[in-house]
């Protein structure tokens, strides 16, 4: 069983900077991928970063140059510093782990979402 529990969301003013952290527990071999999505109302889930085991990261356009994914192996966490932020970036943000099991499967898991609300 694994478990991926966010924290760090919250409301701020646009332009400013909010940092997410995703740290996942339970019994599992390795973390291969890990990523941030998110999902504004009425819209799909999109991805917005993702990173390797290597730390090869790749973000979504729209965060380009504002949004920052990093990892620690150590503690099996992911974040992601977002600077900048506008008001479309408002969503539920869910972290996904690719995550190697004792059962030698890959599996994807998922976070229960944490909240990012940012005012004009």
């Known amino acids: 069983q694994v478990q991926l529990v966010e924290s760090g969301g919250g409301l701020v003013q646009a332009g400013g900077s909010l940092r997410l952290s995703c740290a996942a527990s339970g019994t599992f071999l390795s973390i291969n991928t890990m990523a941030w999505y998110c999902q504004a109302p009425g819209k799909q889930r999109e991805l917005v970063a993702v990173?390797?085991?290597?730390?090869?990261?790749d973000y979504a356009d729209s965060v380009k140059g504002r949004f920052t994914i990093s990892r620690d192996n150590a503690k099996n966490t992911v974040y992601l510093q977002m600077n900048s932020l506008k008001p479309e970036d408002t969503a539920v943000y869910y972290c996904k782990a690719n995550v190697f099991t004792r059962n030698l499967k890959f599996n994807d898991y998922w976070g229960q979402g944490t909240q990012v609300t940012v005012a004009s």
């Open positions: 990173i390797t085991s290597s730390s090869s990261t």
